[in-house]
């Protein structure tokens, strides 16, 4: 028997932990190459009522649809006529022109956050339209291309970022945590993954209804590492939930590279073979198949086929947020070297090829986009802007925490009134 202290055992290899570091620092010179793109139309497109194992190998593969040639190729062309295509186009480059206006936005202090979701544009605009208007979209807070794909007003979304007396959120939720009720918008909420098991709930109920409803939900690869993300796999499979779960691997956490949350051992998409679901890995930067993997798992789903992971292989082309600066712990060379390009000039380059588009009327958009994003900021700013006194009235913010309102909340609510009632005299509470 060994006793404490014995050097037992010191002739054993020494133990050594693994510390993921990623390829590129700031400064570094930077070589995509060792990052497999394959052919776009060289992927296999098994039928939607196979069985998961038959997309095993999809789950190491990456789906492409637009090759260098800007055609479209192969099984998973999903054969969109040019309306559609010219509609998708439109709103990757709305929600590009939103995104930059709200950054200055921020920068000018009319809101204290923005969150930007350049070069991913095409795996929420074009996912989207892959489903049916009213299934449940559960998004993370990178997915404001799913609201301007169903419509939601820029003006709304303003007053949300603004917190103004127009926020349809009453100046609760931090800027950009979204939700709308009418377009099937699950609210944002700012704790990583816990939108996964609440859309496998959702999808739940709705099959557990005979309804015909089905849920979609996005994460960042990040956050595939929160145990939310386990639960919600493994309810969905056990249940065959229809549900759809994107994960968004734009290859960074904030600062920590996609090898934290296990990138380096095994694809995202190859998490779908250890439940038993179905898997598939596209090129996120290609809209098409984009488009045509989440339109599969869609069709999966609303068969009764059961979940789908789908891993869209992308790059997050800015800082994480407003309070980010990537130059700290990246290359700056990355988003050039990015082998897959961007997504609104891929699908602007497609409609060209097709000769169903132009340079001049894409700059032409681009001007009416970016006039139209101005003219709602205008508008909402009437609404008031942070930290100017347009707000909800002072009592809403006790309001909603339960569904009636009970003793102690109003006491509170009428204490803290009075007391900015005697510091704030010029600006009276309500
Ligand atoms: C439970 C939880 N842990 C940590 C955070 C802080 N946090 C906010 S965003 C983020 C990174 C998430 O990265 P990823 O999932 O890859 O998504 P991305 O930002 O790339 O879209 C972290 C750690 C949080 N909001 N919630």
């Not at 939108?195 to 999808?203: D, I």
């Not at 949350?261 to 179905?278: K, L, P, S, V, W």
Request: charged share 25%; hydrophobic share 35%; glycine share 8%.
């Amino acid at each position: 028997m060994a006793k404490a202290g014995d050097k037992e055992g010191s002739n054993r290899p020494a133990l050594a932990l693994h510390v993921p570091e990623p390829k590129y620092r700031p400064g570094d010179k930077v070589d995509f190459s060792h990052i497999q793109v394959p052919e776009a139309g060289a992927a296999p497109r098994p039928d939607e009522a196979c069985e998961a194992k038959e997309t095993y190998p999809l789950c190491d593969d990456l789906i492409r649809v637009l090759g260098d040639d800007d055609k479209a190729h192969g099984p998973w062309d999903p054969r969109l006529d040019a309306d559609t295509l010219r509609r998708m186009l439109r709103e990757m480059a709305l929600t590009r022109a939103f995104d930059t206006r709200m950054y200055r936005a921020q920068r000018q202090g009319k809101t204290s956050f923005y969150m930007k979701c350049t070069g991913e544009e095409a795996t929420s605009v074009c996912a989207t339209h892959a489903l049916a208007g009213d299934d449940m979209i559960f998004p993370s807070y990178r997915q404001q291309g799913c609201l301007i794909a169903r419509g939601y007003e820029p003006e709304e979304m303003i007053n949300q970022i603004y917190s103004n007396k127009a926020d349809k959120l009453k100046g609760r939720q931090l800027p950009i945590m979204y939700c709308s009720k009418r377009l099937s918008f699950f609210t944002i909420s700012g704790n990583l993954a816990t939108q996964l098991p609440q859309a496998t709930g959702f999808a739940m109920a709705s099959a557990s209804k005979g309804d015909s409803r089905i849920a979609a939900t996005w994460v960042g690869e990040g956050s595939t590492a929160e145990g939310d993300f386990h639960s919600a796999l493994t309810f969905a499979t056990v249940y065959n939930a229809p549900v759809i779960f994107n994960v968004i691997n734009n290859q960074w956490a904030i600062s920590s590279f996609s090898g934290f949350a296990g990138a380096e051992r095994a694809t995202f998409a190859a998490r779908a073979i250890g439940y038993g679901m179905a898997g598939l890995r596209v090129d996120g930067n290609d809209p098409l198949a984009v488009y045509a993997a989440e339109r599969w798992a869609a069709d999966r789903a609303r068969a009764n086929g059961g979940p789908t992971l789908i891993e869209h292989f992308t790059y997050r082309a800015e800082g994480h947020s407003t309070s980010d600066d990537p130059s700290q712990y990246r290359s700056a060379e990355e988003r050039d070297e990015w082998p897959m390009g961007d997504p609104v000039m891929r699908l602007k380059n497609h409609l060209i090829a097709l000769g169903e588009w132009s340079e001049e009327q894409q700059e032409e958009q681009d001007a009416e986009l970016d006039n139209m994003v101005k003219q709602a900021q205008k508008d909402a700013e009437k609404n008031g802007i942070l930290g100017h006194g347009l707000h909800h009235p002072f009592h809403t913010m006790f309001e909603d925490v339960f569904e009636e309102l009970p003793w102690h909340l109003e006491e509170q609510a009428d204490q803290a009134i009075r007391e900015r009632q005697i510091k704030f005299p010029e600006d009276p509470a309500e």
